[in-house]
């Protein structure tokens, strides 16, 4: 065995890599810019693992998931794999201890955003690191003409100049032909060798059908189903409408949004791997990270925005190689929904100022303030309140989001809002009654300057650390004490958080990026347009189609899709004159049932059955009492 398969043994468990891997890993390990381009779930995230683990030094990946970096980070600490992640709120003295680490304790991955890039602490560090490798994921990121531009990607650039000698790695799983281009371009690959795995899923058979009761017949296909489903839905009540409606039909189903809160979504996500529920209903949530093989349909009772989206989700079918089905229930309303959500709510340059302004004054952010803060942020109760269109709104938010002006962070969480009331000497005289409300209260006041003028947000977690309390003591005290009346105790339950990540500047602010804003528009009608295509194209094999889509020159039919299968069925029919000289050749030496004419007979049992409707229908061939066919003279 050699090294490489070696790493992958010994870590992994693995006896083999994946097509392309070994290439790729070997590519970087001669130190050449390398880009990986694969599907999702080809098994991108081995091919920076293992060449790091081959070699000396540390690899720096940049991921725009912070989510995916916990996972990855957590997975590779589970294999005695040295990892650091940079991502999320830390604070400054914990960053450096981290990066100390880093230099100094050999660590072999150091997982950051590329927004935390932007630090000169972070560069100072990377520039004093021995880094054998940079890998970064989901690179299309970096291309505006891609789905999931994020500008911060533009920072990556800066590495070459911290480690001029490092070869990059960029991984993707989206690219056309433009965006890879605009990739390698952006990251300023140097005679980057590229390799790309065909983006054909043999094993996968893509499906367009019309359905006007698309519930039902989710019931119908799912209710044998051996392995695990997914249906996609486009909002988060859907979801669970949908999995109600479902579990009424028996099936074991659950519901996923982006909503729930972290806990939710991991014990929802790990009852569905460990099979105790069948069917996750989900909105596009349920998305990168989700790493089950054996997913048996992957339903859409909507469409998607674009072929990007639908290929990623559909693409979660059948990892395990096994015949797995990816289908569209689709419905002559559906084109007009399509454009409805994501056409005519696309916000213009001035919709994006108004609600802009909006959400500053919304958030109380003063003029030139606001950056880098983090705000909780009711999405609903903002939409009620301003009188707002939801859809628009909701799309104005994602188009700042993408653009760099804020975060939004679509998680469910709770916050304890409070506020001290009476004069000091009668809170001090308050807090004489009993040692735990001393302490607590006491603390309160210490850490959170102010919160006597004005209510301010408390981290439970926080002050428990300071005070030995857990944190149901803390709140049972601090319910005690509303009710004393020395402190207004409110909760309050946000379904999103927005960091500001450039001080607030109103109409200067969305100018900036209202060019690039619009260019984006122009893009999102074109991919839903050519989502409205592939669902209408019923002659072209529909694998065919989605690896064209995605630049792959590529004809041959699947063969498995409906496009295929029902061209197919009009075969048979051709046929049918053959397969009626078959039948009743059999019939001439003897009379057989149905059943084994099934059997004797190398022909799909629907053709058969057919042609043997057709036979009797025409009384060519006759039933005796105990249901054998025989031929009528
Ligand atoms: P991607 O990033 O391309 O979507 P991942 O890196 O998350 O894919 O890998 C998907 C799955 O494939 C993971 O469960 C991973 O462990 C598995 N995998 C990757 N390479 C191999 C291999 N050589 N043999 C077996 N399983 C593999
Ligand atoms: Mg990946």
Request: hydrophobic share 40%.
């Amino acid at each position: 065995m050699n090294a490489l398969e070696d790493v992958l043994y010994r870590y992994w468990g693995f006896n083999s890599f994946r097509p392309l891997q070994k290439e790729i890993i070997e590519s970087v390990l001669n130190g050449r810019d390398t880009v990986a381009l694969m599907p999702t779930g080809g098994g991108k995230s081995l091919c920076f693992q293992v060449p790091s683990l081959a070699s000396d030094g540390i690899c720096i990946v940049i991921s725009p998931l912070v989510a995916l970096m916990q996972d990855q980070v957590r997975g590779l600490e589970e294999k005695g794999i040295k990892a650091i992640n940079l991502s999320g709120g830390i604070s400054f003295n914990d960053l450096q201890m981290l990066l100390d680490n880093a230099l100094y304790g050999n660590y072999k991955f150091i997982y950051l955003s590329p927004e935390r890039l932007q630090q000169d602490i972070v560069q100072n560090y990377i520039r004093m690191m021995n880094v054998n490798l940079i890998a970064i994921d989901e690179a299309h990121c970096i291309s505006q003409w891609g789905n999931d531009f994020r500008p911060a990607y533009k920072n990556i650039v800066l590495l070459r100049k911290l480690q001029p000698l490092t070869p990059f790695l960029a991984l993707t799983a989206t690219a056309t032909p433009k965006v890879l281009e605009d990739t390698i371009r952006e990251l300023k690959l140097e005679l980057p060798q590229i390799f790309k795995q065909s983006f054909v899923r043999s094993n996968l058979a893509y499906k367009v059908q019309t359905e006007p009761d698309k519930i039902y017949c989710t019931s119908q296909l799912l209710k044998d189903n051996p392995g695990a489903a997914i249906v996609y839905v486009r909002n988060r009540k859907a979801t669970i409408d949908i999995a109600e409606q479902l579990n009424v039909y028996g099936l074991r189903a659950d519901f996923y949004h982006g909503g729930l809160s972290a806990e939710e979504k991991r014990s929802k996500l790990e009852a569905w791997q460990r099979g105790k529920i069948n069917t996750i209903v989900a909105t596009s949530a349920f998305g990168m990270g989700i790493d089950h093989p054996h997913v048996r349909y992957v339903i859409h009772l909507q469409l998607p925005e674009s072929l990007e989206s639908y290929f990623q989700e559909v693409g979660r079918a059948g990892r395990d190689g096994e015949y797995a089905e990816g289908i569209l229930l689709y419905d002559k309303f559906d084109d007009k929904q399509v454009a409805y959500q994501f056409i005519a709510n696309l916000p213009t340059t001035s919709d994006l100022k108004f609600i802009y302004r909006k959400l500053s004054s919304y958030l109380q952010i003063a003029y030139g303030e606001g950056q880098n803060i983090q705000y909780q942020f009711n999405f609903s109760d903002f939409v009620k309140k301003h009188k707002l269109n939801s859809i628009l709104t909701y799309n104005a938010l994602k188009g700042m989001d993408r653009l760099g002006i804020l975060e939004l962070s679509e998680q469910f969480t709770k916050k304890t809002i409070l506020k001290f009331v009476g004069s000091s000497s009668e809170l001090l005289r308050y807090f004489e009654r009993d040692m735990r409300i001393s302490v607590i209260g006491k603390s309160i006041l210490r850490l959170y300057a102010g919160i006597s003028e004005l209510p301010l947000s408390v981290d439970l977690e926080f002050i428990s650390s300071k005070t030995g309390q857990s944190v149901d003591d803390i709140l049972s005290i601090l319910k005690r004490m509303h009710e004393d009346g020395v402190i207004e105790l409110q909760h309050v339950a946000t379904d999103a958080s927005i960091t500001y990540l450039v001080p607030r500047e109103d109409d200067r602010t969305i100018s900036k990026i209202a060019a690039e804003f619009e260019r984006l528009n122009k893009i999102k009608v074109k991919q839903v347009q050519a989502m409205i295509e592939y669902v209408h194209n019923t002659t072209t094999c529909r694998t065919v189609q989605l690896v064209n889509y995605f630049g792959e020159k590529y004809k041959t039919p699947c063969g498995i899709c409906s496009v295929c299968t029902a061209k197919n069925k009009n075969k048979v029919k051709v046929n049918q004159q053959v397969l009626a000289e078959e039948i009743l050749s059999v019939l001439k030496e003897k009379a057989v049932t149905s059943k084994e004419l099934v059997t004797f007979l190398p022909f799909p049992e629907t053709a058969i059955l057919n042609t043997l409707k057709l036979l009797l229908d025409n009384e060519l061939i006759r039933l005796t009492d105990n249901n054998e066919l025989y031929i009528s003279k």
